[in-house]
């Protein structure tokens, strides 16, 4: 059974750094290589938008164009976590941010599609103040 565990959120001013982290288990082994993990994000009246994903059988990174250049995604393969180093941070990136992961077969060429994910956590709240 596959379960996501976030954490690293709270509250930062404009300008700030804060680091996210997802513990993931069910995945084990070569498993890793067919999956695709990453960083969604919901405001509220928002539909869940991909913020930055990692396919570990590419090696393929994707990120939003809003975060491209301020976020980096990384995995520790050691520690089945599964990180978001956000730099930079601006009001407009508060939101609920939750971990996601699935088989690279379901993703099927669109990792930044919430819908395409079956597996969540519960959520980590960041709240950028101006």
């Known amino acids: 059974q596959v379960q996501l565990v976030e954490s690293g959120g709270g509250s930062v001013q404009a300008g700030g750094s804060l680091r996210l982290s997802c513990l993931v288990s069910?995945?084990?082994?070569?498993?890793?290589?067919?999956?695709?993990m990453g960083w969604f994000r919901q405001r509220p009246g928002d539909d869940r938008e991909g913020v930055a994903v990692?396919?570990?059988?590419?090696?393929?990174?994707n990120y939003h164009a809003s975060v491209r250049g301020r976020f980096n995604i990384s995995l520790d393969t050691a520690k089945n976590t599964v990180y978001l180093q956000m730099n930079r941070l601006k009001p407009e990136d508060t939101a609920m941010y939750y971990c996601?992961?699935?088989?690279?077969?379901?993703?099927?060429?669109?990792?930044?599609?919430?819908?395409?994910?079956?597996?969540w956590g519960l959520g980590t709240q960041v709240t950028v103040s101006s």
């Open positions: 996601a992961a699935d088989v690279t077969q379901n993703i099927m060429g669109w990792p930044l599609i919430s819908t395409r994910y079956r597996h």
């Open positions: 069910g995945y084990t082994g070569d498993a890793l290589r067919s999956v695709c």
């Open positions: 990692f396919c570990l059988g590419s090696g393929s990174r």
